[in-house]
């Protein structure tokens, strides 16, 4: 049984770190030889496999975050319907703008109409060129822009228009009109995101030294330096969707985040830290109201969430093809896995830094929408990363027990066992069509390292009876092969290399102007008749 769950630490000392001492592995005439320092150097070098002390020695108390649990009340509101988008923006019957709106509805369908002439399509003529379409597509809009300058005028003659008011009325068809929505929808979503992280940053900037007070001239410093790349960063979102004609430069200045930024605020975040000290909750433990994170954990996990919308086709408001923001996912997942590769056996590296990875990971996996990824026609790649991260897991525990991390003693007395608790529930619930099997042997890690395992409510999927399955099993099975990171990520990385192949930012621009909603390529493609998977089939990137 795994042992009891003893006090957690809430004291800075506490919590700092202390090297362990390395044992001597020689004795008498052999250490008299070699001398004391050299010894203990040997000793150090053959006990240590993963982190020698000098890595973490005299370093200062480990930086903590506090996150707080996910709220149901989160999800969607399910009646925010492209319904209830559209009569927002509907024009009034008879209006300028609605006379507007149905000439370039008529307009459309013309164009679509010249660029797809029947004979061609019986023919199979399917080669235009660039020039052939503006042709088209000007000859064909004329008539309908001297309808709709003759409505400007009426409206202007009657008097119920100035000539500046008709003038910057603009029709749009209702395909227009509904990609609009959905890229003001996607810019509010994307500045949201950001937004949640310049909170965060900015809370990290404020409580990182442990500050009680301060004064305000330092305070609004502090926030406007943390904030600062948050606020570049929202512009260039704008930019992203002001690019390829998704949307007008006024549309998206006009669009603000709606969350709020609850950081600054004085009053408000007194009244938090004062219902902290009532509740003398310890930073470092899980309570009903969140968890610990360490602050290099919570960066990365940030880090691994800016790279998924790197490779997010939705974010940037394009369709490549069906699997390609899934195809992102396992690109971030794979180089995730190489970055640990690389750390995890350099003995100067600290095991904290190592152990964020696998952190940030974990957090990622029980907080992220995982859709994309398990809807990806790649079952059998995602299945052996999820395999190979059960080895970076184990091998992790063990990090952590050679070097003291893991126990009521350490600095992370509840974050260890809610990682093993997180990993757990993603492994046995969210990827349980992947038939994974050797979920027991993170169980029998974490009992054989001291890993304190106590179900959580508000981790579901994992509870006592859960448990009690898995070491059941660890009784009745040995441990088999195939759990040593040394002989088999070598092999996993054969056929995972990682990359950036899928990040969108990386992509050439005359290639991501061809899938991007509203630019002129991607118009005068769909108007041939193209659809997207046609277009995927012949892309240079895919």
């Not at 100067?348 to 957090?363: D, F, H, N, R």
């Not at 106590?454 to 660890?474: A, H, I």
Request: proline fraction near 5%; charged fraction near 35%; hydrophobic fraction near 35%.
């Amino acid at each position: 049984m795994p042992p009891k769950r003893k006090a957690p630490l809430a004291t800075a000392d506490a919590n700092a770190i202390v090297a362990p001492a390395a044992k001597k592995v020689t004795k008498g005439k052999d250490m008299a030889r070699v001398g004391p320092s050299a010894a203990a150097a040997a000793a150090a070098a053959k006990k240590y496999k993963y982190s020698d002390p000098s890595s973490f020695a005299n370093q200062g108390p480990v930086e903590c975050a506090f996150l707080m649990w996910p709220s149901r009340d989160d999800e969607d509101d399910e009646s925010d319907t492209d319904e209830d988008d559209d009569e927002e923006d509907k024009a009034v019957p008879g209006s300028l703008l609605d006379i507007l709106n149905g000439l370039a509805n008529e307009k459309a369908k013309a164009v679509h109409e010249a660029l797809n002439p029947p004979h061609e399509r019986a023919e199979g003529c399917r080669s235009i060129s660039v020039e052939e379409i503006r042709r088209r597509v000007d000859e064909t809009s004329k008539p309908f822009q001297e309808k709709m300058d003759e409505a400007r005028q009426k409206f202007v003659t009657a008097g119920t228009m100035t000539a500046e008011e008709a003038k910057v009325t603009v029709g749009q068809d209702d395909e227009t009109r509904k990609r609009k929505r959905k890229a003001k929808k996607g810019l509010q979503k994307a500045l949201n995101k950001v937004q949640e992280e310049r909170n965060k940053a900015v809370r990290l900037a404020l409580d990182h030294d442990g500050t009680n007070t301060m004064a305000v001239e330092e305070e609004q410093r502090r926030i406007a330096e943390a904030s600062k790349p948050f606020e570049e960063k929202m512009e260039k979102v704008r930019g992203t969707f002001v690019f390829g004609e998704m949307l007008t430069e006024e549309e998206a200045k006009a669009i603000l985040p709606n969350i709020g930024d609850n950081v600054g605020d004085g009053d408000g975040e007194k009244k938090d830290k004062d219902a902290e000290k009532e509740d003398s909750v310890p930073p470092r433990v899980v309570t009903d109201k969140g968890f610990p994170v360490t602050k290099a954990g919570l960066e990365k996990f940030f880090e691994i969430n800016q790279e998924i919308d790197k490779r997010d086709q939705d974010a940037h408001d394009m369709y490549i093809y069906n699997d390609f923001s899934g195809y992102g996912v396992i690109e971030v997942l794979e180089n995730t896995l190489a970055e640990f590769n690389k750390l995890i056996f350099k003995k100067e590296v600290s095991p904290l830094k190592k152990w964020a990875i696998v952190e940030a990971l974990t957090t990622y996996l029980e907080m992220g929408d995982h859709m994309v990824l398990m809807m990806s026609d790649n079952s059998e790649g995602i299945g052996e990363i999820f395999d190979m991260m059960g080895v970076m897991f184990i091998t992790a525990l063990e990090m952590l027990h050679e070097s003291g991390l893991i126990g009521p003693i350490s600095p992370l007395p509840d974050n260890v066992g809610l990682m093993t608790l997180f990993f757990l529930d993603f492994m046995t619930n969210t990827a349980t069509d992947f038939d994974i099997e050797w979920t027991h042997e993170i169980v029998r890690s974490a009992d054989m390292y001291g890993v304190v395992l106590s179900p959580l409510k508000q981790v579901e999927g994992v509870d006592q009876e859960t448990l009690d399955d898995l070491r059941e099993r660890c009784e009745d099975e040995k441990r088999g092969k195939g759990f040593a990171w040394k002989t088999e990520y070598p092999k996993f990385k054969r056929s995972h290399p990682g990359g950036h192949h899928y990040d969108i930012n990386k992509m050439p621009q005359k290639e991501k102007a061809r899938y991007t909603f509203g630019t002129k390529e991607y118009k005068a493609d769909m108007m041939m008749g193209d659809d997207s998977d046609e277009m995927s089939g012949d892309s240079d990137y895919d």
